[in-house]
C-alpha cells in the first residue's frame, strides 16, 4: 500500500464539483492518507486574512463531516516542515524552470504586481509531496507540469547531495466526474468561480434548487431533449451526469422542467445529511481543532526525518 497525499486550498468555498470529484474518493482512500488544508497556497494572491480563515475553518469541518476522520487531517501551515524544505528546494530549482510553469503565467497575467509566493508556489507544492515519499502521485491536467518540476527536482537533489528524496511516479487518475458550471457547462465547476454556477456544499435546498432551474440547457423541445451529447449538448449531459452522481435516474424524464426537479432532488438529498453533519461538528469548533491539531503532530512526525535528512545532505548541522 503506498501513501496517500491530497492538498485543497482554502481559495473558496467546497462546491459539488470537489465533494464528487475529490472529498467521495478521498472518503474511499483513508488508509495512509494525508489530507491537507493548503492554507500556505492560499497567500500566493490577494488575500484577506480573517476570509482566509474563516474558509479554513468551514473547509475543516467540511472534511470532517464528508467522514474523512480516519485520514491523517492537518493545515499545512502548522506542519513547519512544508516550508522548511521548500526553501532547501528553491535552492535545487532554477528561475528558469520556473518561469515556464504554466500556472504562473496564467494567474499572474494582467495582475500589475504578483506575489513571489507565487513564483515559488510549485517549489512548495514539491516540498508538500516529497515530505511524505509516496511512491505515486496521481494528478489531473492542470497540476501535472507541477508534479513534473517536482520529479526534477527529487532527481536533481539526489545527484548532487545523495539519495534523499522518494522519486514519485506520475499517474493520471481514471476520468472521473468532472462536474461542469451550471452557467457555462463547458468550463468545469470551481470553488474560486462566481457562485452563481457552482452548487456550494453549504447551500440550502432552495438556493440549489434556483442554481439548478437557472442551469444553462439549449432550445431543443423535441421528444428525445433529455439526453446526454456532451459535443452538442453540454448542459443537459452535465445535469445528467450530476443526477446520475447523486445516486438518481434519468428514466422517464421527457422534459428540462422534470430533469431539473429530479437533479434538485437527488443533490439536495446528498447535502442534507453533509449539512446536518457539518452543522453539529461547527458548533463544537474545538473538536474539529484537536483533529487537526493530532493531524498535525502526526505530520510533524513523519516529515521530521525527511527533512533532516535534506538539510544534512545539503551541509546544515
Ligand atoms: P480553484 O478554483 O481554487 O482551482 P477548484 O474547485 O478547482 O478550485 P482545486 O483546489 O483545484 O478546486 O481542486 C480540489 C480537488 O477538487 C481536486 O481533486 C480536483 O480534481 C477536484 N475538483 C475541482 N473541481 C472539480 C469539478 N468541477 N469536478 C470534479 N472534481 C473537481
Ligand atoms: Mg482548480
Redesign the pocket.
Known sequence: MTTTL?L??P??RL?L??L???LRPMAERQDDAYYGLSDLHAMTTRHDPALLRERTAEMATLLLAAGLERATLFRQSAVPAHTALAYLLECTAHTGELNRMIQFKEKGRGQDSTRASLFTYPVLMAADILLYRPSVVPV?E?QRQHVELTRDLAIRFNRTYGEVFTVPEIVTPAA?????DLADPTR??????DAAGSILLLDPPEVVRRKVARAVTDSDTGPTSVRADREAKPGVTNLLEILLACGGSPDGLSSYGALKRSVTDAVVAVLEPLQKRYADLAADPARVDAVFAAGAVRCRAVTAPVLAAAEAAMGLA
Open positions: 491530497s485543497l486550498t481559495s473558496g462546491t464539483g470537489n464528487l470529484g475529490a489531473g492542470d472521473g466526474a468532472r462536474v461542469m468545469k465547476m470551481s470553488k474560486s468561480a
